[in-house]
């Protein structure tokens, strides 16, 4: 209890106890560009192709050819993914309970707060139509959750939460306000990743992103917390579905 205590307590813009601060190297800026362009142009290449196309296999190959670019740019930079907090946690019981305690905070606030406001501004709600094979299919329901904690909860919190959160902030020399703007913007890139449930799933999966980050932020950069609560979420989402209990 008193490591939970303590990671709350702890300021959000400080590092986790394992991963060394991205501060602590100094690289040029112009470099922190190329690996944000380099995995922001090709990551985005195939999700716009597959979001056109509707071509499932293209935006999955959005993630994995953004991961391995910024595991050769880790690599390059002598570093690794525990630079982004995903190294091994001071306290697994406590990640765990963050986790749980957020997983509960989101479906909350999704519930109650994002998504009334998300239908009452844009008049219609997140298009998860895409989704429907999943109800009632025990097939479909197994394969979704194998998609949800690799594609979605680790793939898409080291991309977003980890690697351009991290380097959006080193721009601005990780000061609180660049910390701020880079929040928004990784939140506003999450988002965008997600148009095939259209306007209002954009709006609400950057809210969502904004939520994951966060999250992040206040754990100290412990990245376990924020793939954790993305898996949870997105399994408990997917049984809703199964089982039919949204109608």
Known sequence: MNDIKTSLNSSPFSD????????????PPGLTLLELGAVLLVGGGFLLSGTKTQNPL????????????????????????????LGRPPNWWATVGLALAGTVALHLVVSFIFKPWVT????????ISRFDPVRGNLPAFLFSLAVVWTTAAFGEEMIFRGFFLNRLAQLGRQRVFSWIIALLFSS???GLGHAYQGVAGVVLTALAGLFFGLIYLACRHNLWVPILVHGLYDTTAFLILFLNLDH
């Open 188 to 190: 506003v890139i999450f």
């Open 58 to 85: 293209l935006i999955l190959m959005s993630i994995i050819s953004a991961w391995v670019l910024i595991n050769f740019f880790l690599r390059a930079r002598g570093s690794s993914w525990r630079e982004f907090g």
């Open 16 to 27: 986790s106890a394992e991963s060394p601060s991205p501060s602590r190297k100094q690289f």
């Open 120 to 127: 009452a501004w844009l008049g219609s709600e997140p298009d």
